[in-house]
T-cell receptor, first 111, second 114 residues
Framework: SQQGEEDPQALSIQEGENATMNCSYK?????LQWYRQNSGRGLVHLIL?????REKHSGRLRVTLDTSKKSSSLLITASRAADTASYFC???????????FGKGTTLSVSS | DAGVIQSPRHEVTEMGQEVTLRCKPI?????LFWYRQTMMRGLELLIY????????DSGMPEDRFSAKMPNASFSTLKIQPSEPRDSAVYFC????????????FGPGTRLTVL
C-alpha cells in the first residue's frame, strides 16, 4: 500500500526557477527519503531527513519535515534542464521495515 | 563497485511461460528488496530479505510469484505462470544495515508478457 502521496503529480517550470514538491504520509516514521528517477532508469537517493529533524540541505536541495502534519517538502532551487525527472518520497516506519514509496511528481524543466 | 546488477534488462515472453529475474546486490549489503513499478500502481514493494532471510513478503501479489536469496550475492524473482498483467518494470535494491538507510537501486528489468 502507498504510504506517501506526492503533490503535484506533474510540474513544469523554466530553467532557473525553483521547484517545490510535497509529500504527505500516514503513519509515524523513522525517516523520510527523497529519490529521483530519470526516464528508463532506477531510482537514485537524493536526501534523507530523520524524524527529529525539521530541515536539511544538500547542494540545491532543501527538504523540510513536519511530523505534526505528517508532511515533507522538497525544494530544488535554480532548476536546470537536467533536473527533469520523477521525484519520489519514501518513508521508513518506526518498526524499521522497508521503505514505502509514493507515486511521485514528474518535473519538467525547459530551457 | 558496479552497483546493483539486474538481468535481463528486457524480457518479452508469452502468457503462461515461466520468467526468472536475477539480482546481484552491492557487496557487503545486508538487505535486498524487490519492487514492481507500473503506471497505475506506482512503485510497490514485493518482498525484502535481511541477511538472506525473507522478512516481509506481504507485497507478493499471489502464489505465482516466488523469490529466493540462496546467498548474500544473488537473488531471484520467479513468476510462474506469467500473465499479461505482470507486465511492469521490476527493480532490485540493496542496502547496508549499518549507518545510513539509503537504498541503491538496480537499472530494472522491463517485463512484457504477451
Amino acid at each position: 500500500s502507498q504510504q506517501g502521496e506526492e503533490d503535484p503529480q506533474a510540474l513544469s517550470i523554466q530553467e532557473g526557477e525553483n521547484a517545490t514538491m510535497n509529500c504527505s504520509y500516514k503513519t509515524s516514521i523513522n525517516n523520510l527519503q527523497w529519490y529521483r528517477q530519470n526516464s528508463g532508469r532506477g531510482l537514485v537517493h537524493l536526501i534523507l531527513i530523520r524524524s527529529n529533524e525539521r530541515e536539511k540541505h544538500s547542494g540545491r536541495l532543501r527538504v523540510t519535515l513536519d511530523t505534526s502534519k505528517k508532511s515533507s517538502s522538497l525544494l530544488i532551487t535554480a532548476s536546470r534542464a537536467a533536473d527533469t525527472a520523477s521525484y519520489f518520497c519514501a518513508t521508513e516506519s518506526q518498526a524499521g521495515t522497508a521503505l514505502i514509496f509514493g507515486k511521485g511528481t514528474t518535473l519538467s524543466v525547459s530551457s | 563497485d558496479a552497483g546493483v546488477i539486474q538481468s535481463p534488462r528486457h524480457e518479452v515472453t508469452e502468457m503462461g511461460q515461466e520468467v526468472t529475474l536475477r539480482c546481484k546486490p552491492i557487496s557487503g549489503h545486508n538487505s535486498l528488496f524487490w519492487y514492481r513499478q507500473t503506471m497505475m500502481r506506482g512503485l510497490e514493494l514485493l518482498i525484502y530479505f535481511n541477511n538472506n532471510v525473507p522478512i516481509d513478503d506481504s507485497g507478493m501479489p499471489e502464489d505465482r510469484f516466488s523469490a529466493k536469496m540462496p546467498n548474500a550475492s544473488f537473488s531471484t524473482l520467479k513468476i510462474q505462470p506469467s500473465e499479461p498483467r505482470d507486465s511492469a518494470v521490476y527493480f532490485c535494491a540493496s542496502r547496508s544495515n549499518s549507518g545510513y538507510n539509503e537504498q541503491f537501486f538496480g537499472p530494472g528489468t522491463r517485463l512484457t508478457v504477451l
